[in-house]
């Protein structure tokens, strides 16, 4: 069974760093593109950063040159570094991957169970 399992969240100082990291694992046979997004209580999820198979980058503006997405495609890894932290970023951050399953051989969307961060100022 295919899970998304993040980590690094938490509770940091405004202007200081945080890494995520989503690595997926069960049976996946290929991932196409990996992403994270953030929620907060009330309103949509929204797009923070995506990252395509072939290394393709995109950002919501609002994150453009403090957070930077890369992942490791022997690992089914995606990471997500986040610099010059405001509060305003605070959210729960979730994974997310477009993915072939080795088993049912569908693409299909998958979501990690969301990682908090906390930015005070």
Excluded: H
């Amino acid at each position: 069974q295919v899970q998304l399992v993040e980590s690094g969240g938490g509770l940091v100082q405004a202007g200081g760093s945080l890494r995520l990291s989503c690595a997926a694992s069960g049976g996946i046979f290929r991932i196409n593109g990996m992403g994270w997004y953030r929620q907060i209580p009330g309103k949509q999820r929204e797009l923070v950063a995506a990252i395509t198979s072939g290394g393709s980058t995109n950002y919501a503006d609002s994150v453009k040159g403090r957070f930077t997405i890369s992942r490791d495609n022997v690992k089914n890894t995606v990471y997500l570094q986040m610099n010059s932290l405001k509060p305003e970023d605070t959210a729960t951050y979730y994974c997310n991957a477009w993915l072939l399953s080795g088993v049912t051989m569908i693409p299909a969307e998958y979501w990690g169970q969301g990682t908090q961060v906390t930015v005070s100022s």
